[in-house]
């Protein structure tokens, strides 16, 4: 395969960025994983592109007992962490903003120190704006907490103020349990108050769907039945299930990434255009385009869904353990780790196009990407030089971790009457753009503060993706069946392989990079 050098990125055509408001973010579960690993990098790097307004401040809340001043050696830690050699110096402007309370969740009055935390340092950093409460704790702390928010009234502030939620996924573990959170939620704020993340929406490769597909022309013709022949998803980690073996024994790779990432970033691929770039008339394509996928058949479920379980395993050259010999899963867990489905969706556009998903964990590589392979051409005029059956183009629009779009097509080779070879026009991020892939978090955060719900997820959305899975859950729960096992650094396994085989398809080869 040979590949052609894009031409250099011209002018910018447009380049919007907004400065946040004067905001206050208050983060329950401060001294917890996430606010460490992701939240505290990111704002901090927003601070540095000089967007995060000269009011901001952030109120950790957690239960451990902290000073201000331990939380900020700690956020310290963090922000270098992600920065890799910034100096103290340069963070301090940003650590002298970050304050911390500690309290117990349920005690309502917690939530009155909160408030009144809030009141003193509203009128010292002067900020008259939004309240942001970023839950950043445990899932099952999530409805408590929503509660006390109202209950105090720090969900609805007043006239001049608003308050918004932001909560991180899972939302709820089945269709009742996220209707009974989104229930709570709704009693205490407004939808256009809430901010449900998927990170996966704020990479810059998935926002980048929306422009690949909605800013040319050239794509919009062939992009349906007519032209395409199938699609394929993946998210490939090497990862195991790390330090969450708790969680994820009770979650499953269908819960963890297939009702969330997997969905969403097939409604990209596969939803109508949007009339404008606003957060609701995407929303309402997304969730026009869920409600379109066809029911999973029961009856015969093996043939759209496999799934898997990582056993031990080589990951370079270092052995790794089993899943089930993981911290916090249950040595007789049948909670699956790997995924392979099909799924159809019924409208005209696709209609009769196979969409093919994966997600699992221990596998070969990190490797996240969308291919779109087209028909072939209807009838090749080469026959007589012997090549009757054509390769079929082939659009990848990768998103991590090399980020970049590929088209492959046919092209005749100099020299020789009729030699042909497949060309790989290749574009890739980091050489064109010169720059790192900025955190998701970096966007949604930004998002959440300028009052941009575009990137997060609406409850109509949510419980669509739900109630899809709901029969496949139930009917894995009555099924004495247990998934398949393969070797941590595998690409795949027979039977995943089977359920696009059968239909004369082959899985992409995980990358080699
Ligand atoms: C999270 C899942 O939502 O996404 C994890 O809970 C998974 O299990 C992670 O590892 C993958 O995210 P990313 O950004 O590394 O692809």
């Known amino acids: 395969m040979q590949e052609i050098q894009p031409s250099i990125v011209g002018q910018d055509i447009i380049c919007a960025e907004v400065e946040a408001p004067p905001n206050a973010l208050v983060v329950f579960g401060a001294s917890g994983d996430l606010t460490h690993r992701k939240l505290l990098g990111s704002l901090f790097q927003i601070f540095e592109r000089g967007l995060l307004g000269e009011q901001f401040y952030l109120l950790g809340a957690g239960r451990k007992k902290l000073s201000d001043e331990a939380f900020r050696q700690r956020a310290q830690g963090a922000v270098q962490e992600k920065s890799g050699n910034v100096s103290v110096k340069a963070i301090k402007p940003f650590i002298d903003r970050l304050y911390y309370i500690s309290g117990d969740y349920s005690n309502t009055l917690f939530y009155e120190g909160i408030k009144a935390k809030l009141a003193e340092l509203d009128k010292k950093r002067k900020v008259n704006s939004s309240h942001i409460f970023y839950l950043a704790v445990p899932p099952f702390l999530y409805g408590t907490i929503v509660e006390r928010l109202g209950s105090t009234e720090l969900s609805c502030p007043g006239e001049k103020q608003r308050a918004r939620l932001v909560v991180e996924k899972p939302f709820g573990r089945d269709l009742q349990s996220a209707g009974e959170l989104n229930d709570k939620i709704r009693r205490c704020f407004d939808e256009s108050q809430v901010y449900r993340i998927d990170h996966y929406l704020g990479k810059e490769t998935v926002q980048n769907i929306l422009v690949f597909r909605f800013a040319n022309t ?17 998210i490939a980690e090497s990862i ?19 009702q ?8 990209l691929v596969a939803m109508e255009p949007p009339t404008s770039f606003e957060a609701d008339r995407l929303r309402d394509e997304k969730v026009k ?20 379980q990582y056993g031990p395993g080589l990951i370079n050259g270092e052995e790794v353990i089993g899943y089930r010999t993981e911290s916090g ?5 049948k909670t699956e780790t ?10 005209w556009r696709w209609k009769g196009v196979p969409f093919y998903l994966r997600t699992g964990k ?23 030089a012997g090549l009757g059956d054509m390769p079929s183009n082939v659009l990848i629009l990768q998103i991590q971790p090399e980020e970049g779009i590929s088209l492959g097509f046919q092209a005749k080779r100099p020299g020789s009457k009729i030699c042909m070879s497949t060309l790989n026009m290749n574009f890739n991020y980091r050489s064109v753009f010169g720059v790192d892939m900025p955190e998701a978090y970096q966007r949604l955060l930004l998002d959440c503060m300028v009052g941009d719900q575009t ?3 609406r409850y109509d959305g949510v419980e669509i993706a739900w109630q899809l899975l709901m029969p496949v859950l139930e009917a894995w729960q009555k099924d004495d069946s247990v998934p398949y096992e393969y070797a941590a650094s595998s690409d795949s396994f027979p039977e995943a392989d089977a359920l696009i085989e059968s239909d004369g398809r082959k899985w992409r080869k995980l990358r080699e990079v």
């Open 218 to 234: 050239i794509f919009e013709p062939v992009w349906n039945r007519n032209y395409i022949d199938s699609v394929q998803i993946t």
């Open 240 to 258: 195991g299930v790390e330090h969450r073996g708790g969680y994820y024994d009770q979650a499953g790779a269908l819960r963890d990434m297939f």
């Open 260 to 267: 969330n990432h997997m969905l969403q970033m097939l409604a």
């Open 289 to 308: 385009l869920l409600r379109s996928i066809q029911p999973f058949r029961l009856d015969e479920l093996d043939r759209f869904f496999v799934r898997g």
């Open 329 to 333: 899963v249950d040595p007789r867990s």
């Open 338 to 347: 790997f995924i392979a489905a099909k799924l159809f969706i019924d409208n």
């Open 362 to 384: 221990r596998l070969r590589k990190k490797d996240t990407e969308i291919v779109i392979t087209f028909k072939k051409v209807p009838h090749s005029m080469f026959v007589s």
């Open 455 to 457: 990137l997060f997820t």
